[in-house]
């Protein structure tokens, strides 16, 4: 069974920096790929960034070179590094899974990952 718990969320200012966390229980690193979505007020949830089973990474436009995805295989956790946070940041962030898929892009829609955790809300003000 696959379970999802982000953390680390919270209310920076813009230029601020926030760390995600997402512990991962059910998942295969070397076959699952992982995904940070977000979902901002009156917005569709929109993918951030990837990183495959091999550790490629991908990244939405908006966030290229201000985020960065990492995992820690040993202790089965996903990270969201967020710097330059700027107020249109401002979401709810997810952690997704999609099992048994060595390659995903943060470009697919929310529909191609089965398994998403609660959320954990980021908030920059101006």
């Known amino acids: 069974q696959v379970q999802l718990v982000e953390s680390g969320g919270g209310s920076v200012q813009s230029g601020g920096s926030l760390r995600l966390s997402c512990a991962a229980s059910?998942?295969?690193?070397?076959?699952?790929?992982m995904a940070w979505f977000r979902q901002g007020p009156g917005k569709e949830r929109e993918g951030v960034a990837t990183i495959n089973g091999d550790g490629r990474t991908s990244y939405a436009d908006s966030v290229k070179g201000r985020f960065t995805v990492s995992q820690d295989n040993a202790k089965n956790t996903l990270y969201l590094q967020m710097n330059s946070l700027e107020p249109e940041d401002t979401a709810m962030y997810y952690c997704a899974a999609r099992r048994f898929s060595r390659v995903c892009q943060p470009s697919w829609g929310d529909y191609m990952f089965a398994y998403w955790g609660q959320g954990t809300q980021v908030t920059v003000s101006s």
């Open positions: 059910g998942v295969t690193r070397s076959t699952d790929c």
